[in-house]
């Protein structure tokens, strides 16, 4: 018998343990002196170097035979001679087997001719075997490739054409707001996919820059998704753990004999096909940024065991935070990039962190920029549609629809520039994911075909409520079916007859007409921060705003659409649908209608509101606080955000309000409000009157910098200070046994007093 082993290294540590430093190879040695056994061993000049070191007998006991790396036509020979003995009856033209000479040569470097071609050969022939042929091609060693590395046949195939647009795409859909490392992974699977890296190297070494939260880790998981096929093929190291020189043992043992080791070796080893994610790089200690200079350069490392490690199939990705500290102050959210975080000083420590010959080996450097705040609300849908994705709710019949007023309430709470994208995953769970769950543990969910949608009325609070798409209208709804109906009176009182039900989809289709009709400005105003000298001109304020606002916009109007889309389909053969539906998309309509005409007429997209009694002696009357509490109870019914920056003892309250369509919808309100209380006459059947009188006045809240606390407060003062005052009565209030409230800005009239200080004197 003939004993074979492959890595006779390893037979130096197999059943070694700590009370005894005896192994495998020291109970075979002396058999082998012997002559009672005869092993045939590989080892690598390395290896054999470490066990004459450690066995000096290895050098007497075995003859030593040094086997050189074959040329192409005897890697090819060989092959050859191999398909002749193997058993499966399987040929390959020449030119296939120089094909596929060539891929070895490409994707296994780590393997010398001719045991990487062998590996393909044998695994092409016994695919062309399975499948009944007599030969094996091109595309069989391709799939054997693919089958074992990971990779995508499109990436291997030179005659495949790879669209590099659907490979940003694949990109740019997982990673938000990433331009310059979108298109660095991009350029880099070009070329891999064209055969241009330099063989003696990782396939790449990038070193990501940037604030945590930013999307560093994301990229790199893309990364191994997109070339090896999983985001699992990713190896991750916390560099923070190996910050002394002691931790290098520990970098370099292999976890399969060392439990202690830090993994990253026997990863590779088990998939040479990987991304390395060398995470927070500079906390490491200098001997370990010394150990991967050689992993940079030539794409090997000997573990401490002598055995070599081949990354020259690996891409490798280094991150830092250094030097990318985002200063806090007003600069933040629209403030100018030297105020908060600077690429500048970030490449500036970056070079005086690490040393030269480092990141000399390094293909590229890629800085992560902070989020702005107009650019979380598609990272916010993005995890939001991730959140929603998990098991809980995937395993229920139901659908979620997210308001824009919930958009905008979770990113206040979860937009830091400090922090990126991590706070908003935890006020996605605090906020929305918490009171659903609640609502399911206590099984106080509706039964039935229903929808969750998700809003934030007033800007206060998330509420999560059920929506039954189906519900019947009551008798009163149905008779007044035949009346004049448009979106205010939808608003206030939904009605489910065919005549309003094709009212609001007729209107759902033109607002969002007019609302795609606005991308080439979007696409204007975004283009307008790329340009070198954008975040120091006077202008970049009112350019920022006006790309937020209409990214709310779109997102608002396609929740919108949504709504009409499960209206159409909860539609009868009658043409009848569920009113509460009909209700919600039109008071949704009404606001986006007001939107666009605020557009139109380039109307502020923030305002400043403030309500106090009209005279002196009226000062602290209630009026006016009723005045307050039906503007926030306002907000709460069309997703605005409601501010309250100010209280004083006269009666006066302040308000920061933004939110789509808010000046259109608010700047009617300004003048003067008038409560009549009525009160029994002295004589039969007289009347008199109390009267309280309140002054609303509204202005601009022009963009800048942002602004909270007593600073915003000063602001608005100043701004209402220069709000003209008018003396018109805009809408007077009748209480007692015949309320009736007169509204001459809109010009209606109505009996329902309370309705309109709930909030809906907007609808009539």
Known sequence: MIWVLPELQEALFAGQHHRSPHGLLDALLPH?????????????????ETLRSSRPRVTSAFEVIQLRTLDQAEAIEVSRAALATDGLDVTAAEDTLVRTYDLAQQFLPGVSPPGNL?????????????????????????AALASSSGLPLALLDADVPLRLEDVRAFFEERILEQPDAVTCVVERVAMIKAGLTDPTRPLGVFLFLGPTGTGKTEIAKAFAEFLFGSPDRLVRLDMSEFQTPHSLDRLLSDTTLEPRGAGLIAEVRRDPFSVILLDEFEKAAEPVWDVFLQVFDDGRLTDSHGRLVDFRRCVIVLTSNVGSAIAAGPGLGFGPTEAGFSQTAAERALRTTFRPELLNRIDRVVVFRPFERSAMRSL??????????????????WAVEVDESAYAF???????????ARPLRR????????????????????????????????????EVTFVDPDAGEDGAAIASAASEVDLRELARAGRGDPRSVQLVLTEMRRIAADVAALEPVKAGALAALGEPTFWETAGRFAVLAKAEYLDRLEAATRTAERLAARLEHGIDSAGRAGPELVALLAARLHVLDAALRGIAASDPFELFLDVRPAHAEEAGSSFAAQLAAMYVAWGRQRGMQVEPLATTAHGEQLFAISGLGCWRLLAPEAGLHVREVEV?????????AERETARVRVAPREPGARLDGSALASLARGSIDHAPAA???IRRYRTGSSPLVRDSARGYRTGNLDRVLAGDFDLG
């Open 680 to 688: 029994e006459g002295l004589g039969a059947g007289t009347r008199a």
């Open 118 to 142: 062998l590996r393909l050969v044998r695994a092409a022939a016994l695919e062309a075997s399975q499948a009944g042929r007599s030969e094996f091609q091109p595309g069989d060693v391709l």
């Open 427 to 462: 006020a996605i769970e605090q906020h929305v994911l918490v009171p659903v769950a609640e609502a399911i543990v206590e099984q106080t969910v509706p039964h039935g075909d229903q929808f969750l949608f998700v809003s934030a009325p007033g800007g206060t609070a998330i």
């Open 727 to 729: 003396n018109v009565v």
């Open 32 to 48: 082998v002196e012997a002559g009672t056994v005869t092993i045939v061993a590989e080892v690598t000049p390395s290896a054999l």
């Open 410 to 420: 979770l990113i206040d709470r979860g937009f830091s520039p400090e922090l990126g």
């Open 380 to 397: 916010l849908a993005k995890e939001l549609a991730e959140a929603l994705a998990r098991r809980g709710l995937r395993e229920r019949p």
